[in-house]
């Protein structure tokens, strides 16, 4: 098993529709982070949060640390936001442990 | 300036040839990352820099050699690839070598080997 568990793998939407991707892991962390990957390559980090929720824009993170899992959700989706979205979490050290990523297309 | 460049976007080396990629940032970052990443797949980490010293090898074959010559620069010398070593090459940055440092990345040096 996965020390990091997304789902679903794969996503497809309507505009508009409110999106959801899930995010579990086995093990305490110190911090978990949500990363967005377009096609091109490169990796954005959308959050870090180690409690509670953030919020910026369209996008939202939550994080239960007692059930050990995080949400992220998209408001109002929109074609941009097509890709690929990781879950990555800060168990020891400096090293991050990724998720599989969750690859998320929404259509027009 | 919170970019994280690199250069060349895109590499094709054969077996025989030796290159190196560079990647920089100016954000004042003490910890610089190189990671690997096959497709449909997450990063890997490879190697981490903390103030300009090497603190993490994740058992890379020695035919990838970090360098990190300043706070804001950090190479990768690739010499005798092998053809499954062609992949997307991220270098990320953070303020600090925790796992609880926001790192950011680069676009990426997508890498062939002939």
């Known amino acids: 098993k996965n020390e990091v568990e997304q789902s679903p793998q794969n996503l497809t939407a309507q505009e508009g529709e409110f999106i959801t991707i899930n995010c579990s892991y086995s093990?305490?962390?110190?911090?978990l982070h949500w990363l967005q990957q377009h096609p091109g390559g490169g990796i954005v980090s959308l959050f870090m949060?180690?409690?509670g929720k953030k919020k910026h824009g369209r996008l939202i993170a939550t994080i239960n640390i007692q059930e050990k899992h995080s949400s992220l959700h998209i408001t109002a989706s929109h074609p941009r936001d097509s890709a690929v979205y990781i879950c990555?979490?800060?168990?020891?050290?400096?090293?991050?442990?990724f998720g599989e990523g969750t690859q998320l297309t929404v259509n027009p | 300036d919170t970019e994280v460049t690199q250069t060349p976007k895109h590499l094709v080396m054969g077996m025989t040839n030796k290159k190196s990629l560079k990647c920089e940032q100016h954000?004042?970052?003490?910890?610089m990352y190189w990671y690997k990443q096959k497709a449909k797949k997450p990063p890997e980490l490879m190697f981490v820099?903390?103030?300009?010293?090497?603190?993490i090898n994740e058992s890379v074959p020695s035919r990838f050699s970090p360098e990190c010559p300043n706070s804001s620069l950090l190479n990768l010398h690739l010499h005798a690839l092998q053809p499954e070593d062609s992949a997307l090459y991220l270098c990320?940055?953070?303020?600090?070598?925790?796992?609880?440092?926001?790192?950011?990345f680069g676009p990426g040096t997508r890498l062939t080997v002939t």
């Open positions: 990320a940055s953070s303020r600090g070598s925790g796992d609880s440092y926001e790192q950011y």
């Open positions: 093990v305490g962390i110190s911090a």
């Open positions: 949060l180690s409690s």
């Open positions: 990555a979490v800060g168990i020891s050290g400096s090293r991050l442990t």
């Open positions: 954000m004042g970052h003490r910890a």
């Open positions: 820099y903390s103030y300009e010293k090497l603190s």
